[in-house]
């Protein structure tokens, strides 16, 4: 008699993923955050929202990650983002899940503060943990007053709320962005943190927001509904915060039952998560597509919570490499600006390959913010019923988004 081969079958991109609280995965690829700036002038769900996350369903996603909801009126990052305060929207929530769930797949909610990292123009209050600007030569984000503690809590009464209306909306549940130097980024770095009271000093203290955030979140959202994170590999930033700290802050959420960890990296200032240059990225991350591959390696060894890396994917060997690694889910997202349908046809077809290339100004400060804005184009053209606009240069996004963001800007105040 021959002992049976009780072997699990190979991952792949096709493959289910049951996460810990119960929600399933149709498959491997995550349409990951972007900042649509769809919103309303009131920062409300509009039509061109739910047409593009509709377009997106259909192209065959795992699971679809909505980008940059700001959970307080007074303190977004750009003048269309959506904003979830209170129930005054849900019907148009409610909408917004059904479209972005109708492949079949879940969706969840990127819930974000954007903290420092925002526009007087088009915020009120800009505050930060620590009064530190960001440091850009030039550059047209004010300087932040430092919280206050109770401001804090509030923040975190606010994330909380903001969960619980996701999930009563018809989403499954909420990611908290924790990386590319939002708020919670700022409480986790010691370059912008410099408080010296239970939210910030050592690494203990700093750490404390964003699991006092993942322990409210949870407790809106309940037990079978998804919580998970957005964090960064490291800052990339001497004295920033560093890739050691990340991995006891990835051990520790991995024990308060997150979900899975997506994992990014780098900041405004620094900017990785665009695949700026980096001798943190080795040159096997390069050659595997991966920005943050080697980090993962590292997080697999202090967390059993699934991972799930994006930045730098572009073909289908490249993403079952990732998942023969250890990976559990690959996330794609500039790439569905200009080809909604790749999840599938990356899935069906292992010789694909992403189409996107990288958006150059020949100013190589620029490159990003461009890059930045091109997607955001491709996605308003989405969200209209248009094709994406294979030819669209760098410099007209960046002419578009100044002329577009100044009359928002204008028209937010004014609202």
């Known amino acids: 008699m021959h002992p049976t081969d009780t072997a699990a079958p190979p991952v792949t991109l096709a493959?289910?993923?049951?996460?810990?609280?119960?929600?399933?995965?149709?498959?491997?690829?995550?349409?990951?955050?972007?900042?649509?700036?769809?919103?309303?002038?009131?920062?409300?769900?509009?039509?061109?929202?739910?047409?593009?996350?509709?377009?997106?369903?259909?192209?065959?996603?795992?699971?679809?990650?909505?980008?940059?909801?700001?959970?307080?009126?007074?303190?977004?990052?750009?003048?269309?983002?959506?904003?979830?305060?209170?129930?005054?929207?849900?019907?148009?929530l409610k909408a917004w899940a059904e479209a972005a769930k109708s492949g079949g797949a879940p969706a969840i909610v990127q819930l974000n503060h954007p903290g420092r990292q925002t526009l007087r123009s088009v915020s009120s209050l800009v505050v930060a943990p620590s009064a530190v600007r960001v440091n850009i030569p030039g550059t047209p984000f004010p300087k932040p007053r430092a919280l206050?503690?109770?401001?804090?809590?509030?923040?975190?009464?606010?994330?909380?709320?903001?969960?619980?209306?996701?999930?009563?909306?018809?989403?499954?549940?909420?990611?908290?962005?924790?990386?590319?130097?939002?708020?919670?980024?700022?409480?986790l770095s010691p370059l912008v943190n410099r408080r010296d009271d239970e939210w910030g000093g050592d690494a203990e203290r700093r750490r404390r927001f964003v699991i006092e955030l993942a322990r409210a979140t949870r407790a809106a959202v309940g037990p079978d509904k998804i919580v998970a994170i957005k964090l960064n590999s490291a800052d990339f930033q001497r004295g920033g915060f560093s890739e050691e700290e990340s991995l006891e802050v990835v051990r520790l959420l991995g024990e308060e039952g997150l979900d899975f960890l997506e994992i990014s990296g780098g900041t405004y200032e620094k900017p990785a998560m665009m695949g700026a240059t980096s001798r943190k990225m080795s040159e096997r991350s390069a050659a595997r597509e991966a920005y943050f591959l080697d980090f993962a390696a590292k997080a697999k060894q202090v967390t059993t919570m699934p991972l799930m890396i994006t930045g730098g994917l572009r073909s289908s060997s490249a993403m079952t490499d990732a998942l023969d690694d250890g990976i559990d889910i690959v996330g794609i997202a500039r790439p569905v600006c200009l080809e909604p349908d790749l999840p599938r046809r990356l899935i069906n077809d292992p010789g694909t390959?992403?189409?996107?290339?990288?958006?150059?100004?020949?100013?190589?400060?620029?490159?990003?913010?461009?890059?930045?804005?091109?997607s955001n184009i491709q996605l308003r053209r989405l969200g209209a019923g248009k094709e994406p606009r294979r030819a669209l240069t760098g410099w007209e996004s960046i002419g578009h988004a100044l002329v577009r963001d100044g009359i928002n800007g204008v028209r937010r105040k004014r609202s």
Not at 31 to 57: C, F, I, V
Not at 157 to 176: C, H, K, N, P, W
């Open 353 to 374: 390959v992403a189409r996107l290339k990288p958006i150059r100004t020949g100013i190589a400060k620029l490159d990003s913010p461009a890059d930045l804005w091109w």
């Open 15 to 92: 493959s289910p993923l049951e996460l810990a609280c119960g929600v399933t995965l149709t498959n491997r690829i995550a349409k990951s955050a972007m900042s649509e700036q769809l919103g309303s002038r009131t920062n409300d769900t509009t039509p061109e929202l739910l047409n593009l996350y509709r377009r997106w369903a259909s192209g065959g996603p795992g699971l679809q990650v909505t980008g940059n909801v700001m959970v307080d009126r007074r303190s977004i990052g750009e003048p269309l983002n959506v904003v979830i305060e209170d129930d005054r929207d849900l019907d148009g």
């Open 148 to 187: 206050e503690v109770a401001e804090i809590e509030d923040i975190i009464e606010r994330f909380a709320t903001a969960a619980e209306i996701s999930v009563r909306a018809g989403f499954d549940g909420i990611q908290l962005h924790g990386a590319h130097g939002y708020l919670i980024s700022q409480f």
